[in-house]
């Protein structure tokens, strides 16, 4: 009975442990791919381009 004790205690903590990952690295997701798609709209976008004496 105690051995099962600590088999749902370890489950419950897993469990638990899962959750916190996903609900703080959820919102980190979230603001890294704003910044990825800002970061490449300013690469590929004509209007941040830099015209230079190579340009034709």
Known sequence: MVFDQKVAIAVLAAVIAYV???IFFSSKDASLTRY???????????????KGRFEE
């Open 20 to 22: 916190a990952y996903r």
């Open 36 to 50: 990825e798609q800002e970061v490449e709209e300013i690469l590929t976008s004509d209007k941040y381009k830099v």
